[in-house]
């Protein structure tokens, strides 16, 4: 058996002995310590729970990492850890975390509740590992080499399985494999743990002799048991890799077999070993930035390798995509490269610093500086042609090519040159070169020096780079010229008016769709079809200031910028270009990818290159790098996204992991929401959307922001939507959810605002309703003092015509009479007679003027008329007068057809006690009592019956029939002897109907 394995060793012990050499430029490790939120340095283990989070116990406590902080949990937080070290933690098939502590006891944590199992009750052993078998039981082994178990349950009332302890052969470790078999390390080999035994199978005879100090679970349900510097993989119960570590690198400290079945392994001469499947070794140290002796090795989900050791803090290690050239000659100044070409053999030429030149040969990493002759001084471009020819562009407008062993001086290429900045080779072998001064541009015939000619009239005298597209035109890209495009001898220039983002035009990349892509100062561009679409950071660009740009075997665009390097898909590009999508996704690389420096290079073309491997090379401001463009992986695990917290007016609570509604008191309408999304390749490249389902309908354009705040929310029901993609731009679509409903005050509620819905509705209906009706009367108050003014007008009309028409009439018969009569008697009785008729006239038409004068619309007016008429007309008559009117009236406002009937009515009852009651006195008297305006004339005359009189004569049906008209009431009381008393009276409600309001309204 012993030579069987020999046999079987020595393939493995023959490719590790010759590949030990460590290789610094292959892993990326990041470590975080105590000053980045990590309990304590020293870390005791690392599990990844189901929902993606990594968890690290260390002596001062537990602590949760979602790639962009810890959450710790110690006492304070957790008082059922107390004081102890954790020891070990592990999840178990039904998600929940066990956590092991230095005392003994052992806890349980499921969905954020921390609970004592009681299985631990009076035990005070140090767990060290926890393992589960088939049958769910969680197996204890103990600082003093004991093993146990318990059931996974903690509400599980199954009893404790314990294997007595054996003195002679202590458990040193345990693992189950893929099929839950436990297995146990043990001082006499490698035994099985089945029902409560431990025992060795038949085909592990051979690790009797050896103290199995450790145990790892492997891939493919297998086991890897650890001696020393050897290392032994076991499936179905039979040794199939047998592994032993050089000497030099001493005893193994700790196994991991990695998802690609890729083998670390720790030593404890501080190196960190990776073994591939072929054999191939490589290892880390101090140097790669590890510290102390690796004791623990974890594998999380996207195949990223952590580990921990004593005050070494937590250590991530990736493969490093981008591989840094990196010269390290006492001599090289400063490694700041600006160009990088490479011709069809595969050599890649680069220029650092002002003067040093250097060349990685084909399957070579190893950058050598070109030391055989003089190299001009401050190269600024370089070029290999299609016949290998390197051509090498300098200042004062010198242009070199190597020839052989040697560089040679071929030409200048113009007065007042300052320097070379690009140098392109066209489909027809002709070289163009572009400076700074003179022309501008240039050309060689066929590549051949003799042939030299500078194009005459070119627009720009600054150009920095050239590249000639599918229809044969040469493209000039320059220095805040904008794009010039060359054909058939015309110039095309192409600026900001036309649509550049920028008119520093520093890179030129034509496809082979014929289009043109420009990288400027400021964005990218596309051409095509003489139509310009800009594409920049606010679309979704990773950076703007574009250095170079090349295409990969996959239709990707790998382009370099101030910012570092991105990776584009060019079909991406072309479709936002076209208006079919609103933005672009961009995968973005920096440090944590290798890149020794962000910044890189440009403006001297070229400023990257692809070599035949596929690779693709730019310059940084640290050195030169490549990316194996066509082999990089994609991480496609999308990252889990959780929402951590809810802060309500600043005040944070847990998520609660249910499927009800987050309720909200009344009154709060700030929020902030707390999200992750639990990537650990590069969690800085993580993006994010999101939108509050209820007040947003789009989602956010992507950030790499983790919270977000919302102000003045209304209360309503919403639903907080979060999604994100890793740092490969995979997105998870589902994302996560929190519905949270912010509970209303009664007068937000949607029955309260029916209501006053319906209120405000009954209000408006009403006081329109109140309106129109109002505008109604309004207009039948038009129509009626229109009809008014009418009747005025037709009154007027009468009386001037009955009145001072008829006088006038009178007038002219009797002046006429005058003419014909004979006696002096006859002519003066007649002048009498036209004198009395002038005066009535004058009379009637001092009547008509004061009825018809607007300023006479009062009730003073009135009575002040009305008593200065009385007085006249009595005192003609000789009849004393006396009035009775109050001081003060009312401020009543009588229309013209009221205060002429009035009058009308007076007069008629003044004529009544001249003509008839031969009185000597006559007291008229004005009365506004009680809504009743009353006017009395009383006399001391003869007197009648009336019952006698009614029908004689027409002056009380006269009197009647005026005060009829302005619904007035008319009542004479006289008695033979004892005088006549004339009343007549209008209610206020009744003279309102007719023209008589409280305010002033003249028709």
């Known amino acids: 058996m012993k030579i069987a394995l020999a046999l079987l060793l020595l393939p493995f012990l023959a490719t590790a002995s010759p590949q030990t050499t460590p290789s610094v430029s292959d892993f990326i490790v990041t470590t975080w310590r105590s000053e980045d939120g990590l309990p304590h340095d020293n870390v005791n283990c690392i599990t990844q729970t189901h929902d993606g989070y990594l968890w690290i116990g260390t002596p001062m406590g537990l602590a949760r990492f979602d790639g962009a902080k810890f959450e710790t949990f110690s006492a304070k937080e957790l008082p059922e850890l107390g004081v102890n070290r954790i020891t070990d933690i592990y999840e178990d098939r039904d998600d929940v975390l066990w956590v092991a502590l230095e005392n003994g006891r052992l806890l349980a944590w499921k969905n954020g509740v921390m609970s004592l199992s009681p299985a631990e009750e009076g035990k005070c052993q140090a767990i060290t590992k926890i393992a589960q078998d088939a049958n769910g039981y969680l197996w204890l082994r103990t600082a003093a080499g004991t093993l146990r178990a318990v059931p996974a349950s903690i509400t599980n009332d199954q009893p404790a399985i314990a294997i007595a302890p054996d003195t002679n052969a202590p458990v040193f470790s345990i693992a189950s494999d893929d099929s839950r078999q436990l297995w146990a390390g043990t001082k006499t080999g490698l035994k099985a743990v089945n029902n409560g035994e431990l025992r060795t199978p038949e085909g592990l005879a051979a690790l009797n002799d050896a103290a199995i100090g450790l145990v790892i679970r492997g891939q493919q349900n297998s086991i890897w048991a650890i001696h020393g510097r050897k290392l032994w993989q076991i499936s179905a119960g039979k040794i199939i890799t047998e592994i032993e570590i050089l000497e030099e690198f001493g005893q193994i400290q700790t196994v991991l077999e990695a998802a690609d079945n890729q083998l670390w392994i720790s030593t404890t001469s501080g190196k960190l070993l990776c073994r591939e499947k072929s054999g191939r070794i490589r290892s880390l140290g101090q140097e790669d930035g590890l510290r102390g002796i690796a004791s623990v090795l974890f594998e999380d989900h996207e195949g990223d390798i952590w580990c921990a050791s004593y005050g070494g803090g937590l250590s991530r290690i990736r493969p490093r995509l981008f591989r840094w050239h990196k010269l390290t000659q006492a001599n090289i100044v400063s490694p700041y490269t600006f160009n990088v070409c490479s011709d069809s053999a595969g050599n890649v030429w680069a220029r650092l610093g002002a003067q040093t030149l250097i060349k990685i040969s084909p399957n070579s990493n190893a950058p ?114 904008g794009a010039t495009r060359y054909q058939g001898g015309r110039y095309t220039q192409y600026t900001m008016r036309e649509g550049l983002p920028a008119d520093y035009v520093r890179c030129l990349y034509a496809d082979k769709n014929g289009s043109l892509w420009m990288g400027t100062l400021r964005g990218l561009c596309r051409w095509q079809n003489g139509k310009l679409s800009a594409i920049t950071v606010k679309d979704g660009l990773w950076n703007d200031s574009i250095s170079d740009l090349l295409e990969d075997g996959s239709g990707n665009f790998w382009i370099s910028s101030f910012g570092g390097v991105f990776r584009a898909a060019r079909q991406q590009l072309n479709d936002f270009a076209d208006g079919r999508i609103s933005s672009v996704q961009c995968i973005g690389y920096n440090r944590n990818d290798g890149l020794p420096g962000l910044e890189c290079p440009g403006g001297f073309q070229p400023a990257g290159t692809r070599t035949p491997d596929g690779r693709i090379w730019f310059p940084t401001e640290a050195g030169l790098v490549s990316v194996d463009a066509d082999r990089i992986g994609k991480n496609e695990q999308s990252p889990p996204v959780l929402i951590e917290q809810i802060s309500v007016e600043g005040e944070s609570r847990p998520v609660r992991n249910n499927t009800g509604y987050e309720k909200i008191a009344p009154g709060k309408r700030h929020l902030e929401f707390r999200f992750a999304a639990l990537s650990f390749a590069s969690p800085e490249k993580i993006r994010f959307r999101h939108k509050l389902e209820g007040l947003e309908s789009e989602w956010s354009s992507p950030d790499d922001h983790r919270s977000v705040t919302y102000n003045f929310v209304p209360p309503g029901k919403y639903v907080f939507r979060v999604i994100a993609c890793n740092n490969d731009g995979v997105w998870n679509p589902v994302g996560a959810a929190l519905p949270i409903v912010l509970q209303p005050f009664f007068w937000q509620t949607a029955w309260f605002r029916a209501g006053t819905v319906l209120a405000i509705g009954a209000a408006l209906f009403f006081a329109v309703r109140h309106m129109e009706r109002k505008k109604l009367k309004l207009r039948l108050e038009r129509i009626e003092r229109q009809q008014a003014i009418e009747r005025d007008r037709a009154r007027i009309a009468k009386d001037i015509h009955d009145d001072a028409g008829a006088t006038l009439a009178q007038i002219a018969l009797l002046s006429e009479r005058i003419e014909n009569c004979q006696r002096l008697e006859e002519v003066g009785i007649l002048n009498k007679r036209i004198e009395t008729a002038a005066r009535q006239t004058i009379q009637s038409i001092d009547e008509i003027v004061w009825a018809v004068s607007p300023k006479h619309d009062t009730l003073e007016s009135l009575a002040n008329y009305l008593s200065s008429f009385a007085q006249e007309h009595l005192e003609l008559a000789g009849v004393r007068c006396v009035l009775d009117v109050a001081p003060i009236l009312a401020p009543l406002t009588v229309r013209a057809e009221i205060r002429h009937n009035i009058l009308l009515t007076a007069r008629e009852a003044l004529q009544n006690v001249v003509n008839h009651a031969a009185a000597t006195e006559v007291c008229m008297s004005l009365d506004f009592r009680q809504n009743v305006l009353a006017i009395r004339i009383s006399d001391n005359g003869n007197g009648f019956e009336i019952e006698k009189r009614t029908g004689a004569g027409n002056g009380i049906s006269n009197m009647r029939k005026r005060l009829d008209e302005i619904h007035g009431t008319l009542e004479i009381t006289s008695s033979p002897g004892g005088g006549t008393t004339v009343e007549f009276s209008v209610v206020i409600e009744k003279l309102h109907v007719s023209g008589i309001g409280n305010s002033p309204s003249r028709g």
């Open 368 to 481: 050598v500086p070109w030391m055989k002759s003089t190299v001009p001084d401050s190269i600024r471009a370089l070029f290999c042609d299609r016949k290998g020819v390197l051509w090498l562009g300098a200042e004062g407008g010198k242009l070199y090519r190597m020839n052989g062993d040697t560089i040679e001086f071929v030409l200048e290429v113009g007065d007042k040159v300052s320097f070379i900045s690009a140098i392109f080779e066209d489909s027809r072998s002709n070289l163009w070169v572009g400076f700074t001064g003179g022309g501008g541009v240039g050309r060689m015939r066929g590549g051949d020096p003799r042939q030299w000619e500078e194009l005459k009239e070119f627009p720009v005298k600054d150009v920095r780079s050239i590249a000639e597209t599918s229809d044969g035109a040469i493209w000039f890209g320059t220095y805040y010229g």
